[in-house]
């Protein structure tokens, strides 16, 4: 059971963030929930990310969990593929945790996006 219901976003264009964050976000089966005239929400059930147009959130770092090392890769792929930046190939991370794999890209705002699989170790 998780504690955490949702996580909001500010955007500073709705329309670019949700090119991005449904390229990103597909290989991990992540969708566009609904929208509304200034929102967004997006997930695969909860917890979800909502996307606001307003003042834009800056540096903030959202992990997505991936199936597997190939799905953190293919996020890494559509996310690049959809303006995205790389700030993190893809690879393991072992300074953070035993048979940690992530991939990491900037969104249009700025803002650390991570597809992060956690294998048994």
Request: charged share 15%; with cysteine; proline share 7%.
């Amino acid at each position: 059971m998780s504690a955490l219901d949702h996580v909001s976003l500010g955007v500073s264009d709705l329309a670019a963030s949700r090119t991005f964050y449904e390229a990103a976000l597909a290989p991990l089966g992540i969708t566009t929930l609904m929208e509304l005239p200034d929102r967004i929400l997006m997930g695969a059930g909860r917890p979800f990310l909502v996307l606001v147009e307003r003042t834009p959130t800056r540096d903030a770092h959202v992990a997505f969990t991936a199936a597997d090392n190939a799905t953190c890769d293919a996020f890494h792929a559509a996310a690049l593929a959809a303006g995205g930046v790389d700030n993190g190939a893809p690879g393991p991370r072992p300074q953070y945790h035993p048979g940690y794999y992530a991939a990491f890209a900037l969104d249009p705002d700025g803002n650390n996006i991570e597809a992060v699989h956690l294998a048994a170790h």
